[in-house]
């Protein structure tokens, strides 16, 4: 592409990176009570000089500039989206035992919160308590072999307090009710070698790479051809996710975790480049602009196919948005479970985004509009797409009488003659 010399490999800032990831780690956030965190980023954005925004419901909308805004252009931009909202639990009964039962919020196993410290969030904003969840049998002392064969399930576990609580009533009294939050602690940690471990990884490391792209980009005193929102939404662990998008975004990238795991091909030390997801496959010509543009700039990236797995793009598309969508991640081993990264991840995904601000919209011409003509639809403008080939009745007629297997070489045949023509 000939925009790559005008395109910086911009010096991300990993000791603010780090403080910043920490800081959102160690603040509790399930979806549905993001308030807290929401005033820290806020904060956060205010350090890097973007104004910002909220909507109604408390998701944050920043603004970065571009030559095409400030030149009285189209309003066209791009998004980049990111979460803060995290995996978690709900209570939904006080039991007779003096424990709590709990439902998750977002989907995630109770196999991997079994063992997990917790807070527990009451009305009461000057009220928190702890505890722990723990399998309703915990001890082999006690129940022997039967433990290792205890079903796994939210109804198989339960949350004890720390509180001298031995009945439901008791529970009440701390003020404690049915449809408090119940927050898995993070205590996360950085090794000498550089991984990062913690819940909740997915997706306050994204946030924390985004928000260093961002502050990049502002300190090097660039402005963009193309304006961008920084979208911060607070409820894509529940599928809503970045459902608010403006129509007038003409590309969209959502910066989440991805999947490290046998099968699959990100790692723990480079950005993946999403080529589908749950959702079905992201925005072919867009993908390969991110492709482009970490391979210009010998950025780690990988290419990857997730199976179980959708992000803020996905609730964005089914609520309408005419966008081109793509995913970024950072490589995380044990996803939504007991979670593990490394800075060189969290670093290459900052450059990523850093190299994406600066460059144009992928079809600025055509996204002027929100609609156009079929003769003006770009479909080879990025990376030529070779003409599909088409089946001839001739073809047909020559083919009908062999057998299956000689059915495909004789086809792959006529296609060769025909691309030699």
């Not at 006080?94 to 196993?109: A, M, Q, W, Y």
């Amino acid at each position: 592409m000939n925009y790559r010399r005008d395109i910086t490999d911009l010096p991300i800032d990993t000791a603010w990176m780090q403080d910043v990831l920490l800081e959102l780690l160690r603040i509790p956030s399930p979806s549905g009570r993001t308030d807290v965190i929401m005033q820290h980023v806020g904060e956060r954005l205010e350090e890097i000089g973007l104004p910002f925004e909220l909507s109604r419901r408390g998701a944050m909308i920043a603004t970065l500039d571009g030559r095409a805004d400030a030149d009285g252009g189209s309003a066209r931009n791009r998004a980049v989206v990111v979460h803060t909202d995290t995996i978690g639990c709900m209570v939904r009964s006080l039991k007779d035992n003096g424990r709590l039962e709990v439902v998750p919020i977002g989907t995630h196993s109770s196999r991997f919160s079994e063992g997990t410290r917790v807070s527990i969030f009451n009305d009461d904003p000057e009220q928190t308590y702890t505890g722990t969840i723990l399998p309703t049998k915990a001890s082999g002392h006690a129940f022997g072999d039967a433990i290792d064969d205890h079903p796994i399930s939210w109804e198989d576990v339960e949350v004890r307090v720390d509180e001298r609580v031995h009945s439901a009533q008791d529970l009440r009294d701390l003020g404690i009710q049915v449809g408090d939050f119940v927050a898995q602690i993070a205590f996360p940690v950085i090794t000498r070698s550089g991984f990062v471990t913690s819940r909740h990884l997915d997706d306050k490391a994204g946030v924390a790479a985004v928000l260093a792209a961002f502050k990049a980009v502002k300190e090097a005193g660039i402005t963009p051809q193309v304006g961008a929102d920084l979208l911060i939404t607070i409820s894509e662990e529940v599928g809503h996710g970045a459902a608010g998008l403006a129509n007038e975004v003409a590309e969209m990238l959502s910066v989440d975790s991805a999947v490290v795991a046998p099968g699959q091909h990100s790692t723990e030390t480079g950005v993946t480049i999403a080529m589908q997801d749950l959702h079905g496959p992201f925005d072919y010509h867009l993908t390969r602009v991110l492709c482009d543009l970490a391979q210009a700039h010998a950025v780690e990236a990988n290419r990857d196919v997730f199976r179980y797995y959708r992000s803020d793009v996905a609730s964005a598309l089914e609520a309408g948005a005419e966008t081109r969508a793509a995913l970024i991640g950072f490589g995380v081993d044990a996803t939504h479970g007991h979670e593990r990264t490394h800075l060189d991840s969290i670093v290459a995904t900052a450059r990523l985004v850093a190299l994406y601000l600066q460059a144009p919209l992928t079809f600025a011409e055509w996204d002027a509009q929100p609609k156009g003509s079929l003769e003006h639809f770009p479909s080879s403008s990025v990376q030529p797409v070779r003409h599909e080939p088409e089946w001839d009745p001739e073809d047909e007629e020559l083919l009908e009488n062999e057998p299956f297997d000689e059915v495909v070489g004789s086809y792959a045949r006529l296609q060769g003659d025909d691309e030699e023509e």
